[in-house]
Structure formats: structure tokens, C-alpha cells
């Protein structure tokens, strides 16, 4: 099946775009948190958000989960390592799976993910950000993982379960990963090492783990990593009024497009991506 469009992201963007592409009849997949928004949960209080005076957090992501259950819109939990050009679509990875989409719409948040040096010119090449996709290439042997959120723990037992050892550095407080073969690092990864493949994590103390893989499990993947073409600017993508990208059938919309980082802004964004998709589909 190749969907008309792809939402990758679950905050307020990717609601409005998906809001807005159910009620304009288009077949999409929308992959992301089900949980929607850390961010937003996180937020005391919002005074500017229209209709809704000094909301909390947690009460307008509570509005945006009931909205999305009435309309019958459904996330994918996953969390896409690739997209690849096809000619007239695009090819997603999310995990093992594989989604097939004429559009795109990127509503990923603020592109804070960093990656460590070395890391991206080794990726397929013993550093990987699948752990379902790759485990078994590293059964028996000596894998690092990096994780940023406790959400990534059943991956990072599921790689334990095939591996020999594991050199583990968490990025999270209060780690809860307890097996034999598991090493929890308390020094930071400071780098990926190997010429041609990854052989080894620096470590911030200057020593160095050996390793015959590198598993970097986090909530987001570097623009860099997921859409190598894509033009950005200070962390943040290009996009023109109609929140197109400067690849055919790729928008954007939300923090990912820059300041201000404002949640309506977000939403008008994504209102205005789902649009443009349904006009490029019309050509």
C-alpha cells in the first residue's frame, strides 16, 4: 500500500495535519508517540493558546488525544530511522517495517538530537539505530548501546537477550536495565571509533570500549541521518509559505521550521502542510 501522505511527529503540528487530512478524505499513516507531546505535558500553564485561557499542559494534550479518538485517527508507534526517495514516492523505515508514501510531512519538534563524532559516517556500517532490524547480525558479540528515554529499555533487553556483552550508557536518570551481561557505563560516550567500521566508543575519561556494534536508541534521528537532501538551516528546515521543503512532496510544519516555538504556530503549520499535500496530489 503507498499512503497518501506520511506525518512523522505527534505534537501539536502532527495533530493539526492529521486533524486536517482525515477531514479532507486522505489515506495517511501518522507515526509517533502515542503519548502525543512530552513537551506539552511538561508545560505549567499556557495563556496564549486561543480558546483554551491559562490551560495546563496536560489539559490540552487531553483535548488533543480525545479530538484525535473521535475523528478515529490511529498512531503508529514507531520511530523512523530513514526516508529514501522512490521517484514518484518516498520509502520509510521505522524499525523493521517498511511504509510507502506519495508525501511527507515533518513535524518532528526541535531538531536537538546530537549525534556523537564518528557516529553518522559509520551508520550500516556497525552503528545502527534499529535494534529489531540488526540484533541478530550482533548475536554472540560485543555490542554499546546509547539510549536517551526509559521508553527504549525492552530494545535495549532485546539486543542483551542476543549479545555476548553489552556496554550500556543510558542518557536518562534511574536506568532500571538489570542483566548479567549488561554493563552500565557511568563515564559518557564520548565518540564513535573505526576506520570503515565502527570497532569502539570513546569514552569521556579519553579510554576507549572495544565493540563490533553501535546501537544509538533515542527519540528522534539527526536530520541529517533521516533526510540527508533535505536543506536546513541552523538546525531548523527551510520550508516557503506553504510549508514545502525544498524536496518535491515534503513538507514541514512546528518547531521543526524555527522560532517561534509557540504551540499555535505549530498548529496553523500544520493546518497549512495538509493542505499543500492535498494540492500536490491534485497535480
Not at 49 to 58: D, E, F, M, S
Not at 60 to 76: K, W
Not at 86 to 95: I, P, S, V
Not at 126 to 132: D, E, K, Q
Request: proline residues 4%.
Amino acid at each position: 500500500m503507498i499512503y497518501d501522505a506520511a506525518i512523522i511527529g505527534t505534537g501539536p503540528a502532527g495533530v493539526s495535519a492529521a486533524l486536517n487530512l482525515k477531514i479532507l478524505d486522505k489515506n495517511f499513516i501518522w507515526l509517533g508517540s502515542k503519548s502525543l507531546s512530552d513537551k506539552i505535558t511538561k508545560a505549567e500553564c499556557i495563556f496564549n493558546y486561543p480558546g483554551l485561557a491559562a490551560v495546563t499542559g496536560q489539559e490540552l494534550n487531553n483535548a488533543f488525544q480525545q479530538q484525535i479518538r473521535q475523528m478515529g485517527i490511529e498512531v503508529t508507534e514507531q520511530m523512523v530511522n530513514s526516508i529514501m526517495s522512490m521517484g514518484e514516492h518516498y520509502a520509510l523505515m521505522a524499525g523493521s517495517e517498511f511504509y510507502e508514501a506519495k508525501t511527507i510531512i515533518l513535524t518532528t519538534g526541535v531538531a536537538n538530537t546530537v549525534t556523537l563524532p564518528g557516529e553518522t559516517a559509520l551508520v550500516g556500517r556497525g552503528v545502527s539505530y534499529c535494534a529489531t532490524c540488526d540484533g541478530n547480525l550482533y548475536r554472540g558479540k560485543t555490542i554499546a548501546i546509547i539510549c536517551n528515554a526509559a521508553r527504549f529499555e525492552h530494545e535495549v533487553a532485546y539486543l542483551a537477550n542476543l549479545a555476548a556483552k553489552v556496554y550500556y550508557f543510558p542518557q536518562y536518570p534511574n536506568p532500571a536495565v538489570c542483566m548479567e551481561n549488561v554493563e552500565v557505563m557511568t563515564e559518557k560516550a564520548a565518540a564513535v571509533s573505526g576506520e570503515g567500521r565502527a570497532n569502539g566508543v570513546k569514552l569521556g575519561n579519553g579510554e576507549e570500549v572495544p565493540v563490533d556494534g553501535v546501537f544509538c536508541l533515542r527519540s528522534s534521528v539527526a536530520l541529517a541521518t533521516l533526510f540527508p537532501k533535505l536543506t536546513a538551516e541552523a538546525g531548523h528546515i527551510v520550508v516557503d509559505r506553504a510549508m514545502a521543503t525544498n524536496l518535491p512532496g515534503v513538507y514541514a510544519a512546528g518547531d521543526c521550521t524555527g522560532r517561534p516555538y509557540q504551540y499555535a504556530k505549530a498548529v496553523g503549520e500544520g493546518n497549512i502542510a495538509a493542505h499543500s499535500v492535498v494540492e500536490y496530489l491534485a497535480l
